[in-house]
């Protein structure tokens, strides 16, 4: 008899790199049933944090400090420092905060999305976890209204965790009170931004502060407060439950543990991956993203949103941590990772990325309100074919100034997806500008319809199709498109797909 | 104290400064568009920035406070990185700003021209953008438009109006679109302005204006069939000066009446008439009220932002207002009806002009009950100190060179009390000049001076004796810090006989309508306390005419016209009501 042999999922190659630290439960448990995460040692470590003595608060943050944790948003910086300033910067204040990132908003990345759905708990129990350890009563989970089911398995959540008094008063009767309350994001993008996310709690048009202040020392209603996204605080529980030596054995030396990613863009599986850091871009691609689609090159993979910056071929084999995507001009955000290949034009990309900041720009100080959309123009300029060499100082020029003149994140990071496209792909730049040519036919004005007369047997159906009456011939002769006239639709290539006669160049 | 180095040189600066606070105590004036001190400190035009050297990070000064973890730091504060970066925060503004500066009101008082020249803005239009084209100009209130096409988003406008508790004017939209206007863009008109003009004040550009009503006064002066009349405001003469080259609070008083008449005006009046006639009226309201148990605290009536935020937002505390129109209406009445008679002259070939630090007074003009002779509006034309400063200039008048003229009799004479009308506490001092007198038996050596309700505090309160009576004031300056006071006078927490409010902080001496100092001076001068000075000067300078009751004039309106202060005819001309309003706050 013979047997058929199946591989488990977990030996596939998608599964068999990853290591789900984060999304540990996302897929595994009833979100909407706390028993469920309770089954798989849920609020264990918070027991264990509130009742078991030798937990003081500096002990879970030095426990948190060990483990290397960095914040998982895009900053990077240390989660357990920021417990500790947050802790002891202003010892005596009346009161302190914990608050949750939860407006995820680069574009195609839903990571904090997964936990959210998927493992709300989590959320709460390291929240809980977190005030404990800074001193904190309340906290507040800043949620992009976006996301209703979200809210909604949240909400259910936080109900069942007050209800088996896991929140509220006296948890755990240990005396620890703690109670949290979700604030809806109505969909700035710049709210992710940490003194932007606390205006807005506070019911105030978010736009950002400068700092210093810190929030540690003045953040949401004045008071100390920390803020952590929701991916960071995912692991908080497993942290404190494995301990920080196990934590430090996943990643590289400087960037311990896993990161999500959400893979998108041209690759084969698209959605999300939990890697340990380390994992080089070249496995992430071709092993855990199962390569690109329909045999095409890959040309690089951006990193960090509209933030970040681009990662070209050269670098494919870099070991992805925090230091090592700085030092190339990009950086780890959120997790976003979005894979372009030959097909993609990379003064376009810049163009797709800027678009977005200048979108989402609050509008408060000048080089990003201003600057970003001049920076737009000039890239639009080179995409229609109107660019000028010197354009090309002009735009790097204009890109360093905001990058240290803007007054928040946003506006210090959105020329970085411009810069590194124009460093990694300059000649693509000058092949703009120069040879007005897109080599991946993606700027329409620099395209040409053309109908190869070797090929045209002159049956007319494109020029019945083309809207704009750009082309003429007669039936069974040469037909040719009147450049003047076309708007480069596509519509006559697609018309004739059985002769292949016509091209676009 | 921490050491830190201005470009390389030591310096050693209080914690809590700021960077530029400390550059400025150490001769660097770091310049500004947004920043205004305690009331607008947001860091988001960018033009204070500061270079870490070192690192080579820029730092917005204005808001950056020193720390001892500053110790050793050397900040730059006019690198090369410093001037390039400012240069080009300047061109990006002008990119979206309407270069439209030779028609400007502002030009040469514009903070944005001034800073293009100092930093050496060649090229202007390096960077295009919108230039503010195709942006609607908002000229629906009566006292100033917005014309968005010259605004450069400092927010200074949003922080005044929220500093004066209204906050009718913010952020809409995001990016490139941002613009400051009402909420849903309504009409400023719509929503419930109370007209004090403090954004104007604070305008960098010309952005915000009064709206310019000399075109009317010029046609009127041109006009041989009409009379025309003029009235200052006291806190004119603290002012006017500035825009002819005087020290901030220098009194222009003689000047200013000169110009007056070298400009056509066929009398020239002073509203410190007006002011001592509303002591006359409002002290005896008050007494009234002290005595026959009427609606307390009474609180001046002065100040018509005060009236219209009182009426807005306040509704519940309009019966304790003063029934005492404002000195510029009981002035324009008295105008039309007793110097009209007076001289035979038909009120309606009279047109009159009034100078105000104040744009509100645009407004009050042609509010319902105030005709004093029952149906011409009182005051035909008001126009700021900034507009009497234009038409000075357009004429041609060398006002430093003119000779200290005088006012026209009779409504042309006023007391030390009355100039003393344009500082907060002015009022109330004058009052209880008038007040005490009365209620010591009109004792001549009753005090004339009460200096525990001068000052630029936001509240003021002091308790006179005046016979057998307690007498409890306070004074607020300032829309927030009446808030504050009215809430303590709402929760019984205050128990206040008197009350001065001024809607501008302090008093009209810093009025919407006054001539427009640039941050840079502002940020360091109090300019409330240097304008006062000009008025208290003055009031000393009255020798032995100092209270309002004293003013032979005064004296003599009664005696012929008005009979006694609350009789009934001074009721008719001189008194006014109030009504709740329901816009949009």
Do not use: E, V
């Given at each position: 008899m013979s047997c058929i042999q199946t591989k488990s999922l977990r030996n596939t190659v998608f599964y068999k790199k990853q290591e789900r630290v984060a999304l540990r439960n996302c897929g595994y448990i009833d979100p909407e049933k706390i028993e469920q995460y309770i089954g798989v040692d849920g609020y264990q470590a918070l027991g264990m944090v509130l009742t078991d003595g030798s937990f003081t608060p500096e002990k879970v943050i030095e426990i948190v400090k060990a483990s290397g944790l960095r914040g998982r948003g895009g900053g990077g910086f240390s989660t357990g420092m920021k417990w500790h300033l947050a802790r002891t910067i202003i010892p005596d204040a009346d009161q302190k905060y914990v608050c949750c990132n939860a407006d995820e908003g680069d574009p195609g990345a839903f990571m904090d999305r997964s936990v959210l759905e998927g493992d709300p708990h989590a959320l709460i129990e390291a929240m809980t976890i977190a005030g404990y350890a800074i001193g904190a009563n309340q906290g507040y989970i800043y949620l992009r209204a976006e996301y209703p089911l979200a809210v909604k398995r949240l909400e259910i959540a936080i109900g069942q965790a007050k209800e088996y008094g896991l929140l509220g008063k006296n948890i755990f009767e240990s005396g620890f009170d703690f109670d949290l309350e979700i604030r809806l994001g109505a969909g700035a993008f710049v709210c992710g931004e940490e003194t932007a996310l606390m205006v807005s709690i506070e019911g105030n048009r978010g736009e950002p502060n400068p700092r210093p202040p810190f929030p540690a020392e003045k953040g949401l209603f004045g008071k100390p407060t920390i803020l952590n996204n929701v991916e960071t605080y995912a692991n908080i529980p497993r942290i404190i439950l494995k301990g920080s030596d196990w934590f430090t054995t996943m990643g590289t030396e400087k960037s311990k543990g896993t990161k999500v990613f959400a893979l998108g863009g041209k690759?084969?599986?698209t959605g999300l991956v939990e890697i340990p850091m380390g994992m080089t871009l070249r496995e992430v691609v071709y092993d855990v993203g199962g390569g690109?689609?329909?045999?095409k090159k890959f040309k690089a993979a951006q990193t960090g949103g509209p933030s970040g910056g681009c990662i070209s071929d050269k670098n494919i084999d870099i070991e992805i941590d925090y230091d090592n995507l700085i030092s190339i001009g990009s950086m780890m955000g959120s997790g976003g990772l979005i894979v372009m290949d030959e097909d993609n034009c990379m003064v376009d990309m810049a163009k797709f990325f800027l678009e977005f900041t200048v979108e989402e720009s609050c509008g408060k100080c000048t080089p990003c309100r201003i600057g970003t959309k001049r920076l737009f123009e000039m890239l639009e300029k080179i995409t229609s074919g109107k660019g000028e060499m010197e354009d090309l100082d002009e735009i790097e020029q204009l890109c360093r100034y905001i990058k240290k003149n803007s007054l928040c994140g946003l506006g210090q990071t959105a020329p970085n997806p411009v810069l590194s496209m124009m460093s990694n792909f300059r000649e693509e730049w000058v092949s703009h500008i120069k040879d007005k040519k897109c080599a991946a036919k993606v700027c329409v004005d620099l395209l040409e319809y053309k109908i190869l007369a070797d090929k045209c047997v002159g049956c007319s159906l494109c020029k019945k199709a083309c809207p704009v009456d750009a082309i003429s011939g007669e039936i069974k002769q040469k037909h040719v498109i009147d450049q003047s006239k076309c708007i480069k639709c596509g519509v006559c290539v697609n018309t004739c797909k059985k002769f292949g006669a016509i091209i676009k160049e | 104290m921490i050491n830190i180095k201005f470009n390389g040189a030591e310096y050693a600066a209080e914690p809590g400064m700021t960077i530029l606070e400390a550059a400025r105590a150490n001769n660097v004036d770091i310049p500004t568009l947004c920043w205004l001190k305690h009331i607008n400190e947001i860091g988001a035009c960018r033009i204070c920035v500061v270079e870490l050297a070192g690192p080579g990070s820029l730092i917005a000064s204005c808001v950056y406070k020193l720390t001892k973890f500053d110790e050793g730091k050397n900040f730059l504060t006019h690198s090369p990185l410093v001037l390039d970066s400012r240069k080009k925060t300047l061109q990006l503004l002008l990119s979206e700003h309407n270069r439209k500066c030779l028609s400007c009101v502002r030009s040469n008082n514009c903070e944005l021209q001034t800073l293009c020249k100092e930093l050496g803005v060649d090229d202007e239009t390096l960077y295009k953008g919108s230039n503010g084209l195709g942006v609607d100009i908002d000229d629906s209130a009566l006292h100033m438009y917005r014309d968005n096409s010259k605004c450069i988003n400092c927010r200074r406008c949003v922080a005044a109006c929220d500093k004066q508790a209204v906050g009718v004017i913010g952020a809409n939209y995001r990016g490139i679109k941002t613009d400051i206007n009402c909420a849903f863009d309504m009409d400023l008109s719509s929503t419930a302005c109370v007209s004090c003009g403090q954004c104007i004040n604070v305008c960098?550009?010309?952005a915000l204006s009064e709206k310019d009503n000399t075109d009317a006064v010029w046609a009127a002066l041109a006009d041989d069939d009409k009379v025309v009349v003029v009235q200052t405001a006291p806190a004119v003469r603290a002012s006017l000066g500035e825009a002819f080259g005087y020290a901030m609070g220098t009194p222009v008083e003689g000047k200013m009446a000169s110009a007056l008449r070298a400009l056509g005006f066929n009398y020239v009046f002073d509203t410190n008439f007006g002011a001592d006639l509303t002591i006359m009226e409002e002290s005896n309201e008050l007494i009234e009220r002290v005595t026959n148990n009427g609606v307390l605290p009474m609180i001046t009536s002065c100040s018509p932002g005060w009236i219209r935020y009182c009426e807005a937002y306040h509704p519940d505390m309009l019966p304790n207002l003063s029934s005492c129109k404002s000195p510029q209406q009981m002035q324009g009445a008295m105008i039309k009806t007793y110097w009209a008679e007076k001289m035979n002259i038909d009120p309606k070939k009279i047109v009159s002009v009034s100078v105000m630090p104040c744009t509100a007074k645009k407004f009050e003009l042609s509010r319902e009950n105030q005709s004093g002779q029952g149906t011409e509006q009182d005051i035909d034309i008001s126009i700021t100190t900034r507009e009497l400063s234009r038409m000075i200039e357009k004429a041609g008048i060398l006002f430093n060179k003119l000779p200290d003229g005088d006012f026209d009799s009779p409504l042309g004479a006023g007391t030390g009390a009355a100039v003393i009308f344009g500082a907060t506490g002015g009022v109330m001092e004058a009052a209880l000049r008038t007040a005490v007198w009365k209620l010591t038996g009109e004792d001549v050596n009753s005090p004339v001076e009460f200096k525990e309700v001068r000052g630029v505090e936001g509240v003021k309160t002091a308790t006179y004796k005046a016979g057998d009576l307690e007498v409890n004031v306070a004074v607020a300056s300032g829309l927030s810090n009446a808030k504050e006071l009215l809430e303590k006078v709402k929760s019984g927490e205050m128990n206040l006989h008197f009350i001065e409010i001024m809607a501008c902080p302090g008093g009209c001496v810093n009025g919407g309508g006054q001539i427009i100092v640039p941050s840079k001076i502002r940020n360091f001068t109090d300019i409330r306390a240097e304008r006062a000075k000009a008025l208290y000067s003055l009031d000393v300078s009255r020798g032995s005419l100092r209270k309002s009751h004293e003013s032979p004039d005064i004296k003599k309106a009664y005696s012929e016209y008005l009979e006694k202060p609350g009789s009934h005819k001074a009721h008719k001309i001189l008194h006014t009501k109030y009504s709740a309003t329901n816009l949009s706050k």
């Open positions: 690759i084969n599986n690109i689609p329909n045999g | 960098p550009t010309g």
